[in-house]
């Protein structure tokens, strides 16, 4: 049992919690993920690993509110447990010898991103973080990427908050104005990590995507987490995250993640009137 000593809601629909895990805190790195099951009976869900304390032997995990288990997830508070939490898995982020880095978060894959960019700070690379939203309301993290970034640029789809625009016009901004970056780093949604690689190739520029398709079991044996790359077959959870966003077969990754959406949005509406119930 992992005790829940912290529970932040970051904006309407993105929590924060910070897990008493002293053994997970101990070996994880940026770039690693975590396996939770909220009770003994849920069902098992992957989370990168946002943050994590050694001396206090704490993990931090950022999660959307999305479908049943986040719903369950989200409905513990602080003081209470969480039944399974393992990890660290999968292969720690290669962020040695990177002198200058632009780190590219969207949406709530900037959780993800966050920890990648205090790593290159800590390692002493100059970093650019570029972050994008929807809308000022779905902001998260601003403080925390601008204490670790030299150069941090917002934006939103529709301007209500920094500049309005798409994080692959900012990255682009950025080239333009003579910056020479050793490696692109873009987490988020696979339709933007695929649009920054495409801009990368052009441009010739190294490019890390952290990959987040559906896993079970965390260790290679399902299946369920493969994708191509280079023309390969590769299990996200034993070979990844990470991985060459030029080599990633993107429209099939999207094509796969899409697979389940009816029955998510199934669960997600059983879930509500569950919880709806409860509170009646």
């Known amino acids: 049992m992992y005790k829940i000593v912290e529970k932040t809601l970051l904006n309407p629909t993105v929590a924060k919690m910070v897990v ?28 990168t690993i946002a943050d994590f304390d050694r001396e206090k032997g704490t993990v931090t995990i950022i999660f959307q509110i999305v ?50 960019a205090k790593k290159l700070h800590e390692n002493g690379a100059v970093v650019h973080s570029v972050v994008g939203f929807r809308n000022k309301d779905l902001v998260i993290l601003e403080d925390e990427f601008q204490k670790v970034s030299d150069t941090l640029k917002i934006v939103t789809d529709d301007g209500s908050y920094g ?4 994080v692959t016009e900012a990255l682009e901004k950025l080239i333009a104005e003579g910056n020479s970056y050793d490696e692109v780093i873009a987490i988020g949604p696979l339709v933007m990590m695929k649009f920054v690689s495409l801009l990368t190739k052009k441009y ?7 990959m987040n398709p559906i896993m079970v079991d965390g260790t290679g044996m399902c299946g369920g987490c493969r994708l191509t790359v280079g023309g390969e077959t590769k299990f996200a959870c034993v ?29 997600r509406e059983e879930s509500c009137n569950l919880f709806k119930k409860e509170v009646l």
């Open 20 to 47: 008493e895990a002293p053994l997970v805190a101990k070996k994880a790195q940026a770039g690693q993920f975590i396996i939770f099951r909220t009770k003994e009976d849920s069902e098992r869900v992957p989370l």
């Open 163 to 166: 500049e309005k625009g798409l």
């Open 67 to 116: 479908g049943q288990s986040t719903m369950e997830l989200n409905s513990l508070s602080e003081g209470e447990y969480i039944r399974d939490f393992v990890g660290p898995l999968g292969t720690p982020s290669n962020l040695e010898n990177l002198k200058k880095v632009c780190v590219i978060g969207g949406g709530v894959g900037c959780a993800i991103a966050y920890p990648v």
């Open 204 to 210: 010739g520029i190294k490019t890390t995507v952290s």
């Open 239 to 267: 070979d990844g995250p990470d991985f060459d966003g030029h080599q990633v077969d993107f429209d099939e990754a999207m094509k796969r993640s899409s697979v389940y959406r009816e029955f998510e949005s199934k669960r």
